[in-house]
């Protein structure tokens, strides 16, 4: 990028929750390849006198996305009305969260290309999704099955400034989802929705431009890329030829490789939000919220984790990527520690795993297979003994942490002694022997 601009960028992250029912009547979600509104009710298709009452399950996953951003959970929250006319929307309106959202005053880190960042969640609201809108010759066909499906809002302050960044944060996103399991967050299916809000300013200057301009409909992380990288360039030449930009909404053309004109964007005042009377505010303890809806450990804190066993960082990174896959390998990891096997023994067994196959491994059998394999071994214990007091000399804060007491801290050192040996040696041997020096 041009070293005189930079680049700012707040994104604003739709994801369809897979709740059961929908976010205000009992339809059913189950909607993908039905006919078109055989999911409806008076409620989602907005008929007079129909009353919403909200979806607990949608709210408690919506929670569980704030807690897992480092939000403060609202103890009043309120659902309000987002007027506007299109065709999708029965209402006349959509029912979302504006001055008073669920979750607020997040934060995630992300790496870029200017390394690690802290990006500010401004919000995670709840909302519904709209209808699906098919434009056939001289009409328009509206499916309403998706009409009031449950739909959160993640919205980020405008602390990007670079590409990598926004990449990494929304795949960093789509990983929490899966691991919560509060969606499958397919981009195609389009569960999961990126709108990248992006302007220019001079590298000098700190305060926002007073424009930006809000790229729609992207669902791939590759064309988001792209679409921002165009309005770079784009908004560059402008600034330079001394033209105003404008508030404005834009589409990208993966044909075309540009970005194109939807329409001038509208101001918040132009949806004229107000409360839902139908709907009764949300009053939470928030500590009652937290301890209720426990999240699993993140993925983040995961790979730690593994690190602390000894494995690459590579390694402890894949291991940790997918929720279900690292649960499989912990379990077969507990059973191979009592077995004296050591953590980089089992991971690089994992290595030859993939995630689709996994139910074709038991954590017993794959232990009982690393014992198979390993009667090969290298049982000399003179040789074992040598690699040992390499890695205990090369390893001064394993040998301190496990010297305090925190036992798991010789999985490090079993590792260091397994790549020497080439995975050969006998790791229940290496324990004892490393146990025996440490214990000097
Ligand atoms: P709206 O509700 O109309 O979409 P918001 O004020 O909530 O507007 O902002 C939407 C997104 O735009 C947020 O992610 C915010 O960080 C981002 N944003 C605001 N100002 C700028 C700017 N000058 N450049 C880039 N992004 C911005
Ligand atoms: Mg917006
Ligand atoms: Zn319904």
Request: glycine share 6%; with cysteine; net charge neutral.
């Amino acid at each position: 990028m041009n070293q005189q601009y930079e680049l700012v960028v707040g994104l604003e992250v739709h994801v369809e929750l897979n709740a059961k029912s929908k976010m205000f009547c009992r339809c059913s979600t189950d909607y993908f390849g039905q006919a078109p509104n055989t999911h409806t009710c008076p409620v989602c298709l907005g008929l007079p006198g129909a009353v919403p009452f909200a979806n607990e399950e949608a709210l408690k996953s919506c929670i569980k996305i704030g807690l897992a951003l480092n939000c403060q959970v609202a103890e009043l929250s309120r659902f309000e009305r987002k007027n506007y006319f299109y065709p999708d929307l029965p209402k006349g309106y959509q029912i979302s969260q504006y001055r008073w959202p669920l979750c607020v005053d997040g934060w995630l880190d992300v790496e870029g290309s200017e390394g690690m960042r802290r990006i500010r969640i401004n919000r995670v609201h709840q909302e519904e999704d709209t209808g699906k809108l098919t434009h056939l010759k001289g009409s328009t066909a509206i499916d309403f099955n998706r009409s009031g499906v449950p739909l959160v809002e993640i919205v980020t302050e405008p602390d990007f400034h670079d590409v990598e960044a926004v990449v990494e944060y929304a795949k960093k996103l789509q990983q929490i989802f899966r691991y919560l399991g509060v969606s499958n967050a397919d981009m195609e299916q389009g569960d999961m929705r990126l709108e990248a809000n992006v302007s220019i300013r001079p590298a000098s200057q700190t305060k926002l431009p007073n424009y930006r301009v809000e790229l729609k409909n992207i669902n791939s992380f590759r064309f988001m890329k792209a679409a921002i990288q165009y309005e770079i360039d784009r908004q560059i030449k402008a600034l330079e030829a001394g033209e105003k930009l404008s508030q404005e909404t834009r589409g990208w053309n993966e044909d075309k490789k540009m970005t194109y004109l939807q329409r001038s964007k509208e101001e918040a005042r132009d949806y004229r939000y107000f409360p839902d009377p139908d709907l009764p505010e949300l009053r939470m303890k928030s500590e009652e919220l937290i301890i209720k809806n426990k999240i699993p450990e993140m993925p983040w804190v995961k790979e730690k984790r593994f690190a602390g066993y000894g494995l690459s960082g590579e390694l402890s990174r894949v291991l940790s990527e997918d929720r279900e896959y690292s649960e499989h390998f912990e379990k077969t990891l507990q059973i191979a520690f009592q077995k004296n096997i050591s953590a980089s023994v089992v991971a690089r067994k994992y290595t030859g795993i993939r995630r689709r196959d996994l139910d074709k491994y038991e954590p017993e059998k794959l232990v009982a297979e690393i014992k198979e394999e390993q009667a090969g071994r290298i049982e000399d214990e003179e040789q074992i003994r040598q690699w040992a007091e390499e890695v205990i000399t090369e390893n001064q804060k394993s040998t301190e942490d496990y010297k305090n007491g925190k036992e798991a801290a010789i999985q490090a050192l079993i590792g260091g002694v397994m790549r020497r040996s080439g995975g050969k040696a006998n790791a229940g041997l290496a324990l004892k022997v490393l146990k025996k020096l440490l214990s000097k």
